[in-house]
């Protein structure tokens, strides 16, 4: 089995958590004290990719706390397969995973949140529709989404945020599919619905975590204003050069977290 495989190569002690990290947000990926496994090692695991994602698992120790830390994540605008982040989603839980965290690039939709800030996801939209779950056929598949960001890890989180002294405002992330952008027409509209951010990725993995019977966590970092909020031309590039802005905020934080669970 996979995780046997893994297991050989890492260690049998469970992990705590399971971290998914964004486009540009692959970093603390490096930091941990473990060993790497390419994702071509791993049976099951998709390894199409995008740039800007560095497409290993790697387990081991962060501030004394185990961990596996997806470094690449792949996106539904890929082949249109919500459901592709099911096999390493899965590995984490069958790795010991009582929680995963997800990280990720977004847009901001609030005039007065700027990129480089952190927003810790309180809830989300799914308004791209689609659905990891769609094929399960068990009555598992009939997950409930309330209170699908643990609101006991966000307490944590935002607690960890103030000793850390970093700003994490907490707000909704709508999902739309991309990978165009979205349109200012778009944005007014979800702005309206109660976004305040808006990304590509996320939801269907914190879905796939709440089947798998995880709690789930996430942090966007904002790498630009949303499209009609700015003069600024979108662009993957422009994720990527922006997002390292953020991430330092987003490491503290999740640094400061972890050393409060290995208490
Ligand atoms: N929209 C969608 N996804 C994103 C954005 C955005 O503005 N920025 C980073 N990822």
């Given amino acids: ?13 469970p992990i705590k958590f399971g971290l998914i990290l964004g486009s540009g947000l692959g970093h603390i990926a490096e930091q941990v004290d473990g060993i790497a496994i390419d994702y071509t090692d791993l049976p099951g695991f998709p390894h199409a990719g995008v740039s800007g994602h560095n497409p290993k698992l790697v387990v081991g120790d962060l501030e004394g706390v185990r961990v596996a830390v997806l470094g690449g994540r792949m996106h539904y605008y890929e082949q249109g397969q919500a459901d592709v982040m099911r096999v390493p989603v899965e590995t984490l839980h069958q790795l010991g995973a009582e929680a995963i965290i997800a990280t990720n690039a977004a847009g901001t ?3 007065n ?17 689609a659905n990891p779950l769609i094929g399960e056929e068990t009555d598992q598949r009939f997950v409930s989404l309330s209170d699908a960001y643990d609101p006991a890890m966000r307490t944590a989180l935002r607690s960890a945020a103030k000793a850390a002294d970093v ?21 007014r509209a979800i702005r309206r619905m109660g976004a305040d951010a808006v990304g590509m990725s996320t939801v269907p993995e914190v879905i796939l ?6 709690k789930a966590a996430a942090i966007s970092v904002i790498t630009n204003m ?29 640094r400061r977290y972890l050393s409060n669970q290995s208490r």
């Fill in 113 to 129: 949140t700027k990129p480089g800030d952190i927003m810790m996801l309180s809830d989300h939209i799914n308004f791209a529709g």
């Fill in 209 to 214: 975590a709440r089947f798998f019977g995880m």
């Fill in 1 to 13: 089995m996979l995780v046997d495989l893994i297991r050989v190569k890492a260690g049998a002690e």
């Fill in 109 to 111: 939709c609030e005039p």
């Fill in 226 to 254: 949303a499209a009609g909020l700015s003069t600024e031309n979108l662009s993957h590039e422009h994720t990527k050069k922006m997002a390292p802005l953020g991430a330092a905020k987003l490491e503290k934080v999740l």
């Fill in 167 to 187: 700003d994490m405002s907490e707000g909704v992330y709508a999902w739309f599919s991309g990978p165009s952008f979205e349109t200012p027409a778009e944005i």
